[in-house]
């Protein structure tokens, strides 16, 4: 069993594997912990497509990375997950040109943001971060299964303790929209979309798992305030201070950030370990929903029955039943 931990980086966890056979999506592909994610990917060999809404970004991306690793079987998919009509296009343009996919890595998303609602009428971080992806994962599955043995990455976040999936409101009809408790949900469902998705797949040879990257300076971060970053950072230090935290916390690069993210779409040591939340590239621990310790996963961002409903919530929102 390798070990690495919060100071891991991407080109350390994937020391040592080739992944010239290998084909990769990558949502959100076009900045950030999706840019390096894409490079680190590339650099082992791997043919990697860009999903993104910028393609002229996308571009620029693409440039810098086959100037820096040599490896020029880099793709781009227009994709905006905030449309489930834009989603179906994007699926069946994905579908037309590739036959198979190896690894999917969810990492798209957008955080805090003041109340607004995607095209269909989703509050926007869960239908963003969680609809879109779970709609364009199940229309490409075909893709993975042919791929199998494949992986699916679901971009959560330490955030998802902010919330469990509230099912009688999740679009914020009748409560006041609270934008960290908006994203709270949306990263608790993206690591129920991962315990869903495995429960469903993992038979067939497609493993998924929720991933909780750290804190990174990225665009992410574009809707928060001031306040918000210095609360941020004052949280950090604090739980630094904390023995129980030891080893956990700290502001990451985007090298670091995005470790935990290649770590569980390559590791061979994770097979059969489907469903799992991951942290600091390594499996997180089960922590007491009621805890004030940071690090960990709460128990119902990993509840079996509540993935069971919110699959059926997802399907039931988007119109459209998934296996």
Same mark, same amino acid.
């Given at each position: ?46 043919? /990697? ?11 620029? /991306? ?90 699916? /990455? ?56 929720? /991933? ?112």
């Amino acid at each position: 069993m390798r070990e690495f931990n919060n100071q891991s980086t991407t080109d350390e966890v994937l020391d040592g594997l080739d992944l010239q056979s290998k084909r990769v999506l990558v949502t959100g592909g076009a900045s950030g912990l999706g840019a390096e994610t894409v490079r680190a990917m590339a650099a082992k060999g791997a043919e /990697v497509i860009i999903a993104a809404r910028n393609e002229q970004a996308a571009n620029e /991306v693409k440039v810098s990375i086959v100037e820096s690793t040599g490896n020029d079987k880099i793709e781009f998919l227009h994709l905006e997950l905030a449309s489930l009509a834009k989603i179906k296009a994007s699926a069946a343009d994905f579908n037309a040109r590739f036959d198979r996919l190896d690894i999917l890595i969810n990492n798209a998303g957008i955080m805090a943001c003041p109340f607004d609602k995607t095209e269909d009428g989703f509050e926007m971080q869960f239908g963003s971060n969680h609809i879109g992806h779970f709609y364009f994962t199940n229309l490409i599955m075909p893709a993975l299964l042919k791929a199998a043995p494949a992986r699916v /990455v679901s971009l959560s976040s330490l955030g998802h303790r902010a919330s469990p999936i509230v099912f009688d409101d999740i679009h914020y009809e009748e409560r006041a929209y609270e934008k960290w408790q908006a994203y709270g949900q949306a990263k608790t469902a993206n690591a129920l979309f991962a315990v869903g998705l495995n429960a469903r797949f993992a038979d067939k040879g497609v493993e998924a798992f929720g /991933v909780h990257p750290g804190v990174i300076a990225t665009n992410l971060a574009r809707h928060i305030t001031e306040e918000d970053i210095q609360r941020i950072v004052d949280e950090n230090k604090e739980m630094k201070k904390d023995p129980a935290n030891a080893g956990r916390g700290g502001i990451k690069s985007v090298e670091q950030g995005a470790a935990t993210s290649c770590y569980a779409a390559t590791a061979p040591e994770l097979t059969g370990k489907g469903g799992a939340y991951l942290e600091d590239c390594g499996l997180a621990e089960k922590v007491p929903d009621d805890t004030s310790f940071r690090g960990g996963v709460r128990g119902f961002a990993i509840d079996p029955e509540a993935a069971e409903k919110l699959w059926a919530a997802s399907e039931a929102i988007g119109g459209q039943k998934f296996v």
